[in-house]
């Protein structure tokens, strides 16, 4: 069985103010030492579990893995392609934040076998990231890479998030601009959302956040889409761009719907039809652990109809959308017969388009993923 | 421990509790039968009387129950008791004054921390009026906030009677309870009626149960009944067979006969119980009695609102469903209904604003029906150019103004309880409300009596919740329906994109329409949620547009990152969605939500 991987720290250096991710601050690296080795128990526990699972990705993701020290990062690693079978030439990403890297550092982790570096940036405007509560500013981004450029690293993704508070059209283009000079492989843009139990959201129930409306975000997403299109990148998702053969691979299994493994605090897996989740505290997922228990909190076992939806409204975040072929070879059922009815409203309202082998958003589409989802959801 | 022992007229005592919401009259009557053995420590709920759980939740009692308890007084002498619940609401005031004809005693319960309220003085006005033996009971003297001193000097102003006969209780440490039963045995007289008269029972409540049908719930003033006699209702003529008679423990439990002075409960094969209407006589169809007993009065709805389901399929289960409300309950009226906008629906009436709530959201509970209820409304009588009085609470069937001569709307007599701080609040939105000013009173207590005139329509919203923020929730009220008045009223309509939504429509007083209307509109525009192209609302008058706000068409809504593979999430936020949007109704083709036909008076 192929399998992406996904391994989860939650740890990070201090809480950004519209962070809702599963992470903790750590103050000292001793402090995480006991959820590594559960971290290490639980990848152990699944060899029998899936003895037979071949990794293709990995992803390291938190929190901010890179705080940990590179050895550690390289140890998971290890225990990773001892008890899973491996690709050589598989892809693996790790996050990072700037001013969690050094030179030693990223030699290690390049020398590890990590071939993907995932930057939050989150923006290159210093005014701006500190209002987000980031502890770095641009010239740390820009720093962390060119030094990881240095050491080799040939595949770098930056993170962005747009539509913040007060950001004027201008703002934004400046970040994007600064983003390109970079040329990195791939970035990541999102809009901000608003999660409940972040300060981000404490103060815009108090009326103290000033978002920028609906329409500017949509003039900043339209703009950027065509922008960074000019410089070379496409379009891929919803919220990616990719130069040339520089796709996430790991993402594409979320977005392809095939099987995943989540390990760590928090993590989410797709397994045999099942989608289950880890439990989220640190603590709790030790304590699990120590007792030699999976450490899943819930899970459900999909019906064939909530597997179709799933594949349908993430095939859809994709540019390719989704083929006919490759959905009747999953399924033994037709697209276009089951969702007839809600294909051929969005075809008629523009949001989706219909040739012969497949379905896509169209352009206007792109903007309200949402509501064309909803059409399919159950 | 339930011994039958027959006891002479003058070993019964017939009586009720009657207190403002909330000031512990279930508490107490739980304490009464428990002490009594009536019902064991194990058996009880939290509130032994309240059947339906609606009650239990809303902290009130909606139809009036009936039990029998004996007691084994000081003087060594065994005595019935019968012991009539009554609703505490202002909705129920006829229900209400029927449960007390059936008593010859009541006990007030007031609370001390919160002291004299409008149903308090309600309910002493009623009580004296079916010339009740009134035992004053201050209740909850243990709590902190207590101040039984000031509560005791209003009751002896209000009843001009002596500190001595007020009991001071708390029914929830059973504080009281011997000296309460005491009273009721000594203090209240026993029943007078002459059980070799012709047979006269009052029926007091009546209900509905589908294996045993109707069972009505009587006081027999003169003569008994027993199983085998044919009965006759006086004012609704009905003729019946006796089937079974019995007493409540509290649960039924037949009996040979009941006797003058009894209270217990007939079944004879009712049809049903709008037959058997609480107020009417029951008498002997082969010797009946010359005249009825007093009091009896058809209740009319005072307030109305269609129902309609949100999905049309449900009408025939919406039809069911109101059927099978109304056999319980025979102030609640309904009659189909046609409306452009929803489709097939109700036209309901009901007694006041509480009577619709619990209707409606037991047929969301119970009956499990998505509902779409429309804005409250009051009947309107409108005098015709042409000579014709029409009757009308939909503002959707109103006439076209060129053919009214005149409308008249329904004012009620307000009487509001409040600490002096509060005056200044309260009279502004009275007076905001179109009210008159009638009268004001001190209590003592630090308290003040209000009397007011307002028309009805003004009150049916949120009139309550805003008495109760304007006095941090110390003010109470009372009201009773007066008649009608003529007035200056005016029909909106609202247009939503373009569409004339007839559920939307409203009555309002001329001079606030402009206001009126430009409110409703902004909050259609916060409500309705936006669509994939731009949205009109607009209020008009006879098709002249006074307000108008647009709903700009939805450009951006797409969904951020799946952090680490978390789709689970993702999904259920989407299905999330969807099921608000199953709760919406397709207009055209614009969906707006349900709220958006309630929510529309609630504005300031």
């Given at each position: 069985?192929?399998?992406g991987?996904?391994l989860?720290?939650?740890?990070c250096k201090?809480?950004c103010?519209?962070?809702?991710?599963n992470?903790?601050?750590?103050?000292?690296?001793?402090?995480a030492?006991?959820?590594?080795?559960?971290?290490?128990?639980?990848?152990?526990l699944?060899?029998?579990k899936?003895?037979?699972?071949?990794?293709?990705?990995i992803?390291l993701g938190?929190?901010?893995?890179?705080i940990?020290?590179?050895?550690?990062?390289?140890?998971t690693?290890?225990?990773?392609?001892?008890n899973?079978?491996?690709?050589?030439?598989?892809?693996?990403?790790v996050?990072?934040?700037?001013?969690?890297?050094?030179?030693?550092?990223l030699?290690?982790?390049?020398?590890?076998?990590?071939?993907?570096?995932?930057?939050?940036?989150?923006?290159?405007r210093?005014?701006?990231?500190k209002?987000?509560?980031?502890?770095?500013t641009?010239?740390?981004i820009?720093?962390?890479?060119?030094?990881?450029?240095e050491?080799?690293?040939?595949?770098?993704?930056?993170?962005?998030?747009?539509?913040?508070?007060?950001q004027?059209?201008?703002?934004?283009?400046?970040?994007?601009?600064?983003?390109?000079?970079?040329?990195?492989d791939?970035?990541?843009?999102?809009?901000?959302?608003?999660e409940?139990?972040?300060l981000?959201?404490?103060?815009?129930?108090?009326?103290?956040?000033?978002?920028p409306?609906?329409?500017?975000?949509?003039?900043?997403?339209k703009?950027?889409?065509?922008?960074?299109k000019?410089h070379?990148?496409e379009?891929y998702e919803?919220?990616n761009?990719a130069?040339?053969?520089?796709?996430?691979?790991?993402?594409?299994?979320y977005?392809?719907n095939?099987?995943?493994?989540?390990?760590g605090?928090?993590?989410?897996?797709f397994?045999?039809?099942?989608?289950?989740?880890?439990?989220?505290?640190?603590?709790?997922?030790i304590?699990?652990?120590?007792?030699?228990?999976?450490?899943?909190?819930?899970?459900?076992?999909?019906?064939l109809k909530?597997?179709?939806?799933?594949?349908?409204?993430l095939?859809?975040?994709r540019k390719?959308?989704?083929?006919?072929?490759k959905?009747?070879?999953r399924?033994?059922l037709?697209?276009?017969?089951?969702f007839?009815?809600q294909?051929?409203?969005?075809v008629?309202?523009k949001l989706l388009?219909?040739d012969?082998?497949?379905?896509q958003l169209?352009?206007?589409?792109?903007?309200?993923?949402?509501?064309?989802?909803?059409?399919?959801?159950? | 421990?339930?011994?039958?022992?027959t006891l002479?007229?003058?070993?019964?005592?017939n009586?009720?509790?009657?207190?403002?919401?909330?000031?512990?009259?279930?508490?107490?009557?739980d304490?009464?039968?428990?002490?009594?053995?009536?019902?064991?420590?194990?058996?009880?709920?939290?509130?032994?009387?309240d059947?339906?759980?609606?009650?239990r939740e809303?902290?009130?009692?909606?139809k009036?129950?009936a039990?029998?308890?004996y007691?084994?007084?000081r003087?060594?002498?065994?005595?019935l008791?019968n012991?009539?619940?009554t609703?505490g609401?202002?909705d129920?005031?006829?229900?209400?004054?029927?449960?007390?004809?059936?008593c010859?005693?009541?006990?007030?319960?007031?609370?001390?921390?919160?002291?004299?309220?409008?149903?308090t003085?309600?309910?002493?006005?009623?009580?004296q009026?079916?010339?009740?033996?009134i035992?004053?009971?201050?209740?909850?003297?243990?709590?902190?906030?207590a101040?039984?001193r000031?509560?005791?000097?209003?009751?002896?102003?209000?009843?001009?009677i002596s500190?001595?006969?007020i009991?001071?209780?708390s029914?929830k440490?059973?504080?009281?309870?011997v000296?309460?039963l005491?009273?009721?045995?000594?203090?209240?007289?026993?029943?007078?009626?002459?059980?070799?008269?012709?047979?006269?029972a009052?029926?007091?409540?009546?209900?509905?149960?589908?294996?045993?049908?109707?069972?009505?719930?009587?006081?027999?003033?003169?003569g008994?009944?027993?199983?085998?006699?044919?009965?006759?209702?006086?004012?609704?003529?009905k003729k019946?067979?006796?089937?079974e008679?019995?007493?409540?423990?509290?649960?039924l439990?037949?009996c040979?006969?009941?006797?003058?002075?009894?209270?217990?409960y007939?079944?004879?094969?009712?049809?049903?119980?709008q037959?058997?209407q609480v107020?009417?006589?029951?008498?002997?169809?082969?010797n009946?009695?010359?005249?009825s007993?007093?009091?009896?009065?058809?209740?009319?709805?005072?307030?109305?609102?269609?129902?309609?389901p949100?999905?049309?399929?449900d009408?025939?289960?919406?039809k069911?469903?109101l059927d099978?409300l109304k056999l319980n309950?025979?102030?609640?009226?309904?009659?189909?209904?046609?409306?452009q906008?929803?489709?097939?629906?109700?036209?309901?009436g009901?007694?006041?604003?509480?009577?619709?709530?619990?209707?409606?959201?037991?047929?969301?509970?119970?009956?499990?029906l998505?509902?779409?209820?429309?804005?409250?409304s009051?009947?309107?009588r409108?005098?015709?150019k042409?000579g014709?009085?029409?009757?009308?609470?939909?503002p959707?069937?109103?006439?076209?103004?060129?053919?009214?001569?005149?409308?008249?709307?329904?004012y009620?007599a307000?009487?509001i309880?409040?600490?002096?701080?509060?005056i200044?609040?309260?009279?502004e939105?009275?007076q905001?409300?179109r009210?008159i000013?009638k009268?004001?009173?001190?209590?003592?207590e630090?308290?003040?009596?209000l009397?007011y005139?307002?028309?009805?329509?003004?009150i049916?919203?949120?009139?309550?919740?805003?008495?109760?923020?304007r006095?941090?929730g110390?003010?109470s009220?009372?009201?009773?329906?007066?008649?009608?008045?003529?007035s200056?009223?005016?029909r909106?309509?609202?247009?939503?994109n373009?569409?004339?939504v007839?559920a939307l429509?409203?009555?309002?007083?001329?001079?606030?329409a402009?206001?009126?209307?430009?409110?409703?509109?902004e909050?259609?525009?916060?409500i309705i949620p936006?669509?994939l192209?731009?949205?009109?609302?607009q209020?008009?008058?006879?098709?002249k547009?006074?307000?108008?706000?647009t709903i700009?068409?939805?450009?951006?809504?797409?969904?951020?990152?799946?952090y680490?593979?978390?789709?689970?999430?993702k999904?259920k936020l989407?299905?999330?969605?969807k099921?608000?949007?199953?709760?919406?109704k397709?207009?055209?083709?614009?969906?707006?939500?349900?709220e958006?036909?309630?929510?529309i008076?609630?504005?300031?």
């Amino acid at each position: 069985m192929n399998l992406g991987l996904y391994l989860h720290f939650p740890f990070c250096k201090t809480k950004c103010f519209y962070c809702d991710f599963n992470s903790y601050p750590l103050k000292n690296i001793e402090d995480a030492l006991p959820y590594i080795s559960a971290l290490h128990q639980e990848i152990i526990l699944y060899t029998k579990k899936i003895p037979k699972g071949i990794l293709k990705t990995i992803y390291l993701g938190g929190g901010t893995p890179t705080i940990l020290p590179a050895e550690i990062i390289n140890d998971t690693l290890e225990i990773c392609r001892e008890n899973f079978l491996t690709n050589p030439d598989m892809e693996i990403t790790v996050e990072a934040n700037p001013g969690t890297l050094d030179k030693r550092k990223l030699k290690v982790l390049l020398s590890a076998g990590i071939n993907r570096l995932s930057i939050g940036a989150q923006s290159l405007r210093d005014p701006e990231l500190k209002k987000m509560g980031r502890i770095h500013t641009k010239k740390d981004i820009i720093n962390t890479y060119q030094e990881a450029r240095e050491i080799g690293f040939n595949n770098i993704n930056l993170d962005i998030i747009f539509a913040l508070p007060k950001q004027t059209l201008i703002e934004f283009q400046e970040t994007i601009e600064e983003v390109c000079k970079l040329k990195p492989d791939h970035l990541s843009l999102y809009n901000l959302t608003l999660e409940e139990g972040t300060l981000f959201f404490k103060w815009w129930k108090e009326g103290k956040l000033n978002l920028p409306s609906e329409e500017l975000e949509y003039t900043m997403f339209k703009w950027a889409i065509s922008f960074l299109k000019k410089h070379g990148f496409e379009h891929y998702e919803i919220s990616n761009f990719a130069l040339p053969s520089k796709q996430s691979r790991h993402n594409k299994i979320y977005w392809d719907n095939q099987p995943y493994l989540g390990i760590g605090a928090g993590a989410s897996s797709f397994l045999g039809g099942y989608r289950y989740k880890n439990y989220a505290h640190p603590q709790k997922y030790i304590q699990e652990l120590e007792k030699g228990r999976f450490p899943v909190e819930e899970g459900e076992r999909l019906s064939l109809k909530k597997r179709m939806i799933e594949t349908i409204i993430l095939g859809l975040r994709r540019k390719e959308g989704i083929s006919y072929q490759k959905f009747k070879s999953r399924f033994k059922l037709d697209l276009d017969k089951m969702f007839n009815l809600q294909i051929d409203k969005l075809v008629n309202q523009k949001l989706l388009k219909k040739d012969k082998e497949r379905i896509q958003l169209t352009f206007r589409g792109l903007f309200l993923a949402n509501y064309v989802f909803r059409e399919f959801i159950d | 421990m339930l011994k039958e022992v027959t006891l002479t007229t003058d070993r019964i005592r017939n009586f009720s509790i009657i207190a403002h919401i909330d000031h512990g009259k279930s508490t107490l009557a739980d304490r009464l039968l428990e002490y009594t053995h009536t019902i064991s420590e194990r058996e009880r709920k939290e509130q032994i009387l309240d059947f339906m759980d609606l009650e239990r939740e809303k902290g009130i009692t909606i139809k009036s129950k009936a039990v029998r308890l004996y007691y084994q007084a000081r003087d060594g002498k065994e005595y019935l008791l019968n012991l009539i619940d009554t609703p505490g609401h202002v909705d129920f005031s006829y229900e209400v004054s029927r449960s007390l004809a059936a008593c010859e005693g009541a006990l007030l319960v007031v609370d001390a921390s919160q002291g004299i309220q409008a149903q308090t003085i309600a309910n002493i006005h009623l009580a004296q009026k079916n010339d009740l033996r009134i035992i004053p009971i201050v209740n909850k003297i243990d709590l902190s906030t207590a101040n039984p001193r000031q509560v005791i000097s209003s009751l002896r102003e209000l009843l001009a009677i002596s500190e001595e006969e007020i009991i001071l209780a708390s029914a929830k440490e059973g504080i009281g309870t011997v000296d309460i039963l005491e009273a009721i045995v000594k203090k209240i007289p026993p029943p007078k009626g002459n059980p070799d008269n012709p047979l006269r029972a009052l029926i007091f409540d009546s209900v509905y149960n589908s294996y045993q049908g109707t069972i009505v719930y009587v006081r027999i003033v003169d003569g008994n009944i027993k199983p085998g006699m044919i009965i006759q209702t006086m004012v609704n003529l009905k003729k019946y067979e006796v089937a079974e008679v019995g007493i409540f423990r509290p649960q039924l439990q037949p009996c040979q006969q009941l006797s003058a002075g009894e209270v217990g409960y007939i079944k004879a094969g009712f049809k049903n119980i709008q037959d058997t209407q609480v107020g009417d006589t029951i008498t002997d169809f082969y010797n009946p009695a010359n005249t009825s007993l007093p009091g009896y009065k058809k209740m009319n709805p005072l307030v109305f609102c269609s129902l309609y389901p949100v999905d049309n399929n449900d009408y025939e289960d919406l039809k069911s469903a109101l059927d099978k409300l109304k056999l319980n309950d025979s102030s609640l009226y309904s009659e189909p209904e046609t409306s452009q906008a929803l489709g097939f629906g109700f036209r309901c009436g009901f007694l006041g604003l509480l009577h619709m709530e619990i209707v409606q959201e037991r047929l969301e509970r119970e009956y499990n029906l998505n509902l779409i209820a429309t804005t409250p409304s009051v009947m309107y009588r409108i005098i015709k150019k042409d000579g014709n009085i029409i009757q009308v609470s939909n503002p959707s069937s109103f006439p076209a103004k060129m053919e009214i001569e005149k409308i008249e709307e329904p004012y009620v007599a307000m009487e509001i309880i409040t600490p002096n701080q509060y005056i200044g609040g309260i009279m502004e939105l009275v007076q905001d409300r179109r009210g008159i000013f009638k009268n004001m009173e001190y209590l003592g207590e630090n308290k003040v009596k209000l009397n007011y005139e307002l028309p009805l329509n003004e009150i049916i919203m949120d009139f309550y919740d805003k008495l109760k923020s304007r006095s941090s929730g110390y003010a109470s009220l009372d009201y009773e329906f007066l008649g009608y008045r003529p007035s200056d009223l005016i029909r909106v309509d609202i247009l939503v994109n373009y569409e004339l939504v007839d559920a939307l429509s409203f009555i309002v007083f001329k001079e606030k329409a402009y206001y009126r209307a430009k409110k409703i509109v902004e909050k259609l525009k916060e409500i309705i949620p936006r669509q994939l192209y731009e949205v009109p609302i607009q209020a008009a008058i006879e098709r002249k547009v006074i307000a108008r706000e647009t709903i700009r068409a939805l450009k951006k809504d797409v969904l951020a990152k799946c952090y680490g593979g978390d789709i689970t999430r993702k999904r259920k936020l989407l299905e999330k969605q969807k099921e608000g949007k199953k709760r919406m109704k397709k207009l055209g083709r614009v969906e707006i939500p349900q709220e958006a036909f309630l929510g529309i008076l609630k504005i300031d």
